[in-house]
């Protein structure tokens, strides 16, 4: 009796000791562990900002779908499930069963899908098929737009434009919550809970102009067709605030599909390159041809070398800087340069020499104004550098004055061995519009988070010429399209100026090809410039394979559309 009454004292101790453990030494470590047992945390993704153009059309914006799944081991038909959710999802009918067949204990069957077509799935009644609730990213305004806000991937990050630079201020903050569940899952109702709400992502207002950003989309997209280009780009600026009010390409990209619409890409060496998306009118480069002897011509008026009606005595068709450089047939030898079309020697003044565009000419004004201020002049007018603009991965150009290179600052006159963008050319022609103020292009007006509060994006102005000799720019730039190159830039019942560009490209070799890069950029009204359009077009067919053929007319018809949008009054010019 006594040792087994030592026994249970023992026994009772035993649990006293282990009870006073658990319930005072280690309470509220075990607390602790038991309620990370039942407490379940889920995040709460936060609504990603809404992209607008300046007049509240919506641009991009997030809707839910939903996310059909499986669960491989409770599919028990998994060919007749590939075959029947495959066709009605366009999923191919092999990936698709290689999918429900594998060891996973869970499949995507499609992500993003509309909530009807979803619901459509789920009727069939399958084993296994299940869906969920999954935001996606939509673009109302389709392919119109989508050079402007780029996309985001399955995931709703961005990739490209301005999806991409204003990613962190669009995704917002994610949220999440905290709650008490029992062994089976069920939330305990007087548990703990802990809610911590999303935060939406900030709105972004652009200066895009919606209805102009559609007008201008169709006259690239009717250029190509008629000229048989590999793609015709266009930019509008306003000439006061640097506001992109339209930035278009053709072939568009799709913004649902992640793809450049262009059929050439089927037969392209690489199709996924070609399909991948582009904006040449930030990205791409070329040597801009005439319409650079806008920024030659300004940079020898203002330092006062020449004036409007200054002759330039025997003004030939033809100049050899280098010795033998014309007589070389196989461009060996640079140095050799002509105007568009032959004429006889004849003195012209600097009106003439620009309205008609002379090669020569321009030369002979750039050599009055020496290769140092001329590259000065290059580049306070932006050319080889970053815009600034607010938009992903821009390109800054190329300015070859290589140590040595004798003939450089000729070509850099009249617009090769400068390689710029078709923004950087707008941007520039605007500081003549501008009174000689060059503006940085912007494409965000303001920036709009959930609590209303605006954000208005800050600009950097300079002065590069003097207004004097801005109105002598325009009004010679009116010129060309009055008497010049420029003829079919015209705009009926406004006065127009601007100036055609033709440069040809590159080969692989290093030697000027006959494909050409066609361009215009140009303002209006000439006494009050509200507007500068910039357009590109790579490789026109041979008989538009100039400036004045094929982007000419594209220019004339964007400009005049962008005057009505802005309700500019007529001047009184006929076109």
Known sequence: MSIIGLVVIAAWLGMGYRLFEIQVVRAPELAREGLSQRLVTREMAPQRGKIYDRNGNLLAMTVEAK???????????????????????????QTLYDRLTSDSDFVYIKRQVDGVLAEDVLGLGLDGVFAHPEPTRIYPAGSVASHVTGFVDIDGDGQEGLELVYDDQLRGVPGHAEYERDRVGHVIPQGYTNIVPAVPGTDLVTTIDLPLQYQAQQATERCVETTKADSCWAVVL???????????????????TRQTLDPRCDDAEDP?????????????????GSTEKMITVAAALEEGEVGVGTVMPDVADELELLEGACRSGDDEVFGCYRDFDEHDTQDMTVAQIFTKSSNIGTIEIAEKLGEPRLVDYIKAFG???????????????ILRFDAGCQTCWASAAIGYSVAVTPLQMAAAYAAIGNDGVWTTPHIVSSLVDSQGESQVAGIETRRVVSPGTAVLMRNLLA????????????????RVGGKTGTANKLGDDGRYTDE??????????IDDPKVVVAVMV?????????????AAPVFAEIMEQALHRLGVSPDGALG
């Open 538 to 550: 790579d490789s026109p067919s041979h008989e538009f394979r100039t400036g004045g053929l094929a």
């Open 238 to 256: 306003s000439v006061e605030t640097g506001e992109v009010l339209a930035m278009v390409g053709a072939p568009v990209f799709d913004p649902e």
């Open 272 to 288: 996924v390159a070609c399909h991948a998306f582009s904006n040449f009118i930030v990205r791409g480069i070329y040597e801009p």
């Open 479 to 494: 010129s060309v399209i009055a008497d010049g190159t420029g003829r079919s830039a015209a705009v009926d019942g406004y």
């Open 67 to 93: 996310s059909l799944f499986a669960v491989p081991d409770q599919v028990t038909e998994p060919l007749y499930v590939a075959q029947q959710v495959g066709g009605l999802l366009g999923v191919d009918t």
């Open 383 to 397: 050319l080889g550098e970053k815009t600034g603009i607010d938009y992903s991965v821009e390109a800054a150009g």
């Open 516 to 525: 050409t890069r066609a361009s215009f950029v140009g303002m209006a009204p």
